[in-house]
């Protein structure tokens, strides 16, 4: 029997130490555009690390559905990485937290269509999972020459359930 | 009788000279996440200016609908401005080059739904313009300390139609 993780609905509040949920009415919100339009400034830690600099890409990922065997998890010891939906469909996010240099228990959670999220600087988490097409998010993530990534494959996978 | 300037489909090519359009097959591809997911790499010219640093908020803009009429254009002279359609929907891009400090003939483009922009440091454009509700955007843009905005008012507006 496959050790499972089931998911959650992505919060702030339950995502925070992993990193920063990106939705409407987060953080400082300011009037602008002479009334048209609300700014919810600054929502992101974003970090780009020593010698790096910010960047912004397109990822084009394939759907997946649950339940969903996790073989492994990622981190980029350099820097942040923010993913914005933008497709207005709910996506899958895995983290975990470290143990002394290895990802803990993960945790999963569900977007609601409506939300992005950006990884702190170092957190393990799960690569980019849409649950439906097309699957293309927004990336905003270090630029730099070092190679930023450390995977971590697990010896025993974990099941991920609705 | 308003002077009109009719809106065009946003491509990368007659965009380029006020900043980037934020799409799939856009830049380099490489493939990651073992062949499940494409980047498309660092499609956008950010430049976050002296004394700044890149930011990531959210703007939720009320909807608008063509004709419309354009009183004014901004821009951000320490920063770019990009901006990722979380709604899977058109939205307005209206952009004017810069004549001796004063913008010179706008121009208007239309999004596909799968589009989004950067505005060059410095460029006018027009403010946030969904045509959809509810108008959500993901916008990383300059966080700092100076004003970073002027704005021009034109002496007789002009009508963008569709």
Redesign the interface.
Known sequence: MMRQIACQPLTPAEFAPFGDV???G??TARV???G?????????R?D?GPGG??????????PRSLPLQLDMVERHPDGSQ?F?????APFLIVVAPDQGGIPGTPRAFISNG?Q?V?FLRGTWHG??TPLHP???F???DR?GDSPNLQEHWFTEPWLITA
Chains 1, 2 share one sequence.
């Open positions: 990106l939705q409407v987060m953080g602008i555009n002479q048209m339009a609300e700014r919810f400034h600054d929502l992101a974003l780009f600099r910010a960047g912004l890409s397109i990822f084009a990922a394939k923010a914005i939906a933008m497709d207005d409506a992005g950006n690569v980019l097309p699957g293309h927004a990336v905003i630029i």
